[in-house]
């Protein structure tokens, strides 16, 4: 198994990006993984998205709810990019059939027709 794989199988990833300066911040976040990429979905306004704009270099580690990194994690180095309208819906629809609080989120939303944050799709190539 490679470790894409690793990392497409785990529930969580610690995605680090990188501050103008060269410090490393690491955000865990839910994931999908179709055709090699890895996608995330993000309010469009956090900063994990604006440090992207500033340098697209990331490292995707498996790791917990909370962010804590196991020893001998999988991980791996990757381009990341920000995506379109379309791209993002595609991986808000990946990442609602890999996690059920997503469909969750997504049904209230709609019913009870709620005001949503802008959000953007980030795609991670390794």
């Known amino acids: 198994m490679t470790v894409v794989d690793e990392i497409g199988r785990s529930k969580y990833v610690s995605l680090t990006t ?26 469009a306004e956090a900063w994990k998205v604006k440090r992207i704009r500033n340098n697209s270099h990331v490292v995707v580690t498996v790791c917990g709810v909370r962010g804590k990194i196991a020893p001998g994690a999988p991980s791996a180095q990757g381009t990341a990019r920000l995506l379109d309208e379309a791209d993002t819906e595609t991986g808000r629809t990946l990442l609602a059939r890999k996690y059920v609080l997503s469909r969750m989120g997504n049904w209230l939303t709609k019913t009870l027709h709620l005001r949503r944050r802008p959000v953007i799709g980030i795609a991670v190539t390794f």
Do not use: C
């Open 18 to 43: 990188y501050r103008k300066d060269g410090t490393g911040v690491a955000t865990p976040v839910w994931h999908a993984v179709n055709g090699g990429e890895l996608f995330v979905v993000s309010d």
